[in-house]
């Protein structure tokens, strides 16, 4: 039997195991068997680590360090994760079976995104205003003033972080949070720990003081909201569910902390009749198939007009059968397992309700049974209303889900008809077209004939049930940081 990896959590620049001794195992769902070994940490290590956090924020060599050094760090991290960014990519691709290939340009982008934070932590400032002139009271001089704000940092940040992107999504969380000058308490999903704690080992090499980075992890899903809930945290930065986002919402509330949220979606793709039947073909794959359709923004549901319906369906289940299902370490694979048993089972359970509702599966429709593994077929699917659980319900796998509609209002009534709004596209040859709806489109992202572009210097984030806040550009930078007004008479 192959040794399994064994981690330990890092609180306050050192490592260790959980102080109860217990651990648990993350699967490679690639084979449907353990790989590695994390802490199993409990309430006692989340106090130490927000303590630890605590510390380092409150400290003089932290809380008054000039942004130029804070960049310092930033860099130097960014310069290591070039240096080991294939490796943890080939990790973090036995821990959540997402493509190596795809892996491999995260972590090239990853250092893009250091980078880019570190030119962001000198260009925080503030404003001078221009105060009122003083209005007369009876016996109560008041002095001619003037007022500047100043930004600070929010404080101590929990960053909660999914299984799908876990590397990827908490450095879109720790890049700005440094800038900052917060200190962070990390907690990986249960089911990909290790590459957290790859991150927590170039940022100790990179020189970060003591206690401004740390990591506990669990497989127990309430230490989220455990941390979440504790006093001593200013602000949680959630990525995951909704549901789960709710919970996290509901543990903050009791000291009124700061909370971003990048939650699920049900984002729709609109191809119209003038749509160029490849060009939507390529860009609908891309929005539900990349990732094996486990993406917070996958284009789950697909509109597609009546003239084109037929011809369009017929394009995209044709190349959804072509695709390369295999082991995600092959550079020609082009979809691997889906991540973790639970949501395994889960796309496996929406399939079936598909038909019981009336659905007609054209492609795809259950397991790869020759590979083993957690792997489900590409899948399309026809004859779908909206009001159908599949057209609902965040599944979190490679389905697409198509919906016929008549004209432009009718598409963009069902588009906005969910309690989502994360992301959505629109497949048409008219340039009015395309950006009178993508206008209309009530979501955070809109992409015009093509889909899941992202980057670290444009803002992304939902309406509605789809998260709280942003994450990426300036706008994310503002949610670690608090605005205060200093007022100060002029004589």
């Known amino acids: 039997m192959t040794e399994l990896r064994a981690y330990q959590q890092y609180i306050d620049g050192q490592w260790a195991d959980a102080v109860s001794g217990s651990t648990f195992e993350s699967e490679n769902p690639t084979l449907g068997a353990p790989w590695a070994i994390a802490p199993d940490s409990g309430a006692e290590d989340i106090d130490l680590a927000v303590a630890a956090a605590r510390r380092a924020f409150d400290s003089a060599e932290w809380r008054c360090s000039l942004p130029q050094y804070r960049a310092r760090l930033l860099r ?40 880019y934070w570190a030119g962001m932590a000198d260009k925080i400032d503030g404003r001078s205003i221009a105060a009122p002139l003083p209005l007369p009271v009876k016996g109560l001089p008041i002095p001619e003033s003037f007022v500047y704000t100043r930004r600070e940092p929010v404080g101590v940040v929990a960053a909660v972080t999914p299984w799908n992107s876990p590397g990827g999504q908490l450095l879109y969380k720790f890049g700005p949070a440094i800038a900052a000058g917060c200190t962070i308490v990390a907690k990986p999903s249960e089911h990909t720990p290790a590459s957290t704690l790859e991150i927590a080992r170039l940022v100790d090499k990179a020189g970060f003081p003591a206690g401004v980075f740390n990591v506990v992890t669990s497989q127990d899903r309430e230490t989220g909201a455990a941390l979440a809930s504790h006093p001593d945290v200013d602000k949680v930065s959630f990525t995951g569910s909704t549901a789960t986002g709710k919970s996290i919402v509901r543990a903050a509330a009791d000291n009124m902390k700061r909370v971003t949220c990048e939650l699920g979606g049900k984002s729709a793709s609109l191809v119209f009749d003038d749509a160029d039947i490849p060009t939507a073909v390529k860009g609908v794959m891309a929005g539900i198939f990349a990732a094996t359709g486990q993406t917070c923004m996958a284009g789950s549901r697909v509109l597609a007009q009546e003239g084109i319906h037929d011809a369009f369906v017929a394009a ?26 639970p949501n395994y089972e889960k796309v496996i359970g929406y399939l079936a309700s598909a038909e019981d509702e009336g659905a007609t599966i054209v492609c795809g429709g259950g397991p790869h049974e020759q590979l083993g593994g957690y792997y489900v077929r590409p899948t399309v699917i026809t004859n779908v209303d909206n009001a159908m659980r599949i057209a609902r319900e965040e599944i979190f796998g490679p389905v697409a889900s198509i919906i016929r509609f008549r004209d432009e209002e009718e598409a963009i009534a069902i588009a906005n008809d969910t309690q989502y709004g994360l992301g959505g596209a629109v497949f048409t040859q008219s340039i009015p077209r395309a950006h009178r709806v993508a206008h209309r489109l009530r979501a955070g992202s809109v992409w015009i004939n093509t889909y899941r572009l992202v980057t670290h210097m444009a803002p992304f984030g939902g309406y509605k049930e789809s998260g709280w806040g942003r994450e990426g550009g300036p706008e994310g930078l503002d949610a670690f940081l608090e605005t205060k007004a200093v007022w100060t008479p002029v004589e």
Do not use: C, F
């Open 76 to 115: 130097r991290l960014a310069a290591l994760v070039e240096e080991h960014g294939p490796e943890i990519a080939e990790i973090e691709t036995q821990d959540n079976g997402k493509l190596i290939m795809e892996q491999r340009l995260q972590w090239v982008l990853a250092a893009e995104l250091l980078y």
């Open 316 to 341: 995209l289940a044709e190349a959804a059968e072509r695709m390369i299902i295999g082991d995600p370490m092959d550079a020609e694979t082009q979809m691997g397992p889906i991540s973790n048993r």
